[in-house]
Each structure stands twice: as structure tokens, then as C-alpha cells.
């Protein structure tokens, strides 16, 4: 089946450590997003990519970093230096920049 | 900064009636919108795409868009409990160097009353 995968679907954090959120696309798009919802917020933009090994910060980078080593995939990692991880972490691609964005199911993650 | 604006909810309609759910926008210049709903606890689907001025169907969904008013809204007709979920607003609108940026409201929760 085509889509996108996330994992894990839950993920706890320590104080001071790094955790990597993973996101992979079979759909062969070559653009790739991360946003972040807080409960009765809309989604922020953490970061994009709109082609390989090239990403942007979005309105909310602080905190994280991604990489683009693959068209398919899109790793987020959330650093020590981000104070309030817990949130809700989705992550979609679309065919191309300007066009509909699809998301995976989303991965959680909360402080220990 | 591009704003976009829904009215929180939530929205109530009984089953069978027609809920009707609106958004504004500040930047004259995004050229696409989009409707997404999204569950309690899922992620967000896409349910509609709009590029034009005036209205879209899809089944028992319309999109209307207004561009000289900065309006686009969304018609559920023959509501079902099953609508009963958040819908997000979101535009697309070029935020330079070849890169385009979607920009969501903060959503409308609509509850279909059976």
C-alpha cells in the first residue's frame, strides 16, 4: 500500500535527551513536511523539504532538526533545546511544493 | 504573516441538517485552499481542494471561495453523526525562493446530533 509511515506512534522523552521521530513515503513525492499540533491549536510548521539532501526551517524550528539523505525519508529529531516537546508530531508530503499535502498518522510524544 | 481565521465551535447541527463552516484569510495572494477534517486523536485528511472562485461539490460536500472577500467555506449536506469531527481550514501561499508554505486555522468542531 502506498502512504506514509510514522513511528513510533508514542514516544517519551527524557530530560536532556534526543529522541528521532521517523517518517517514510512510498508515493515517490518529492516534497516532505513536519508540523506540530498542540491540543486546540493548528499545525505549526517545524520544517520542509521540497527535494533531497535541501530543507527549510518553517515557522517553528527552533529546537529540532532534519535531514533529507532520501526521497523517501524524513527524520525528525527533537533536542534537549526544545523546552516543551509534548505535542502531537505529523508529518505529510505532497507531489510537489505547491500542491495537496497528505499526512501519516502522527506520533506522540510527552515528557518523562 | 498569513492568518487564518475559523470560528473555534464547536458547532452543533442535528443529523440530516446542512452545517456550514467558515473561514477568512489575510493573504490576497495564496491561490489554493484546502479542507481538511481530522478525528479526535487522528491525524488530518484532505476532503477538499479549491482553486477558483465559486463552488465545488463532492458528493455531499461544497467548497465555496470568495478571493475579492478573502471567504471560503464548507457545506456538509445531509449531515451524519460521522461528520462530527474537526475541520481545518488551510491556503497555500508562496513564501519565496521557489518554496510554498501551507498555513491552517486553528479549526471548527462540528457535533451532528442523531
Known amino acids: 500500500d502506498g502512504g506514509i509511515t510514522q513511528s513510533p506512534k508514542y514516544l517519551f522523552r527524557k530530560e536532556g535527551q534526543n529522541v528521532t521521530l521517523s517518517c517514510e513515503q512510498n508515493?515517490?513525492?518529492?516534497?516532505m513536511y513536519w508540523y506540530r499540533q498542540d491540543p486546540g491549536q493548528g499545525l505549526r510548521l517545524i520544517y520542509y523539504?521540497?527535494?533531497?539532501?535541501?530543507?527549510q526551517k518553517g515557522d517553528i524550528a527552533e529546537g529540532y532538526s532534519v535531514s533529507r539523505e532520501k526521497k523517501e525519508s524524513f527524520p525528525l529529531t527533537v533536542t534537549s533545546a526544545q523546552k516543551n516537546p509534548t505535542a502531537f508530531y505529523l508529518c505529510?508530503?505532497?507531489?510537489?511544493?505547491?500542491?495537496?499535502?497528505?499526512f501519516g498518522d502522527g506520533t506522540r510524544l510527552s515528557i518523562l | 504573516q498569513k492568518e487564518v481565521e475559523q470560528n473555534s465551535g464547536p458547532l452543533s447541527v442535528p443529523e440530516g441538517a446542512i452545517a456550514s463552516l467558515n473561514c477568512t484569510y489575510s493573504?490576497?495572494?495564496?491561490?489554493?485552499f484546502f479542507w481538511y477534517r481530522q478525528y479526535s486523536g487522528k491525524s488530518p485528511e484532505l476532503i477538499m481542494s479549491?482553486?477558483?472562485?465559486g463552488d465545488k461539490e463532492d458528493g455531499r460536500f461544497t467548497a465555496q471561495l470568495n478571493k475579492a472577500s478573502q471567504y471560503v467555506s464548507l457545506l456538509i449536506r445531509d449531515s451524519q453523526p460521522s461528520d462530527s469531527a474537526t475541520y481545518l481550514c488551510a491556503l497555500l501561499g508562496y513564501s519565496g525562493a521557489g518554496s510554498y508554505q501551507l498555513t491552517f486555522g486553528k479549526g471548527t468542531k462540528l457535533s451532528v446530533i442523531p
Open positions: 493573504d490576497r495572494g495564496s491561490q489554493s
Open positions: 508515493l515517490n513525492h518529492d516534497a
Open positions: 479549491i482553486y477558483s472562485n
Open positions: 523539504s521540497q527535494i533531497v539532501n535541501d530543507f
Open positions: 505529510a508530503s505532497s507531489p510537489s511544493g505547491n500542491q495537496p499535502q497528505h
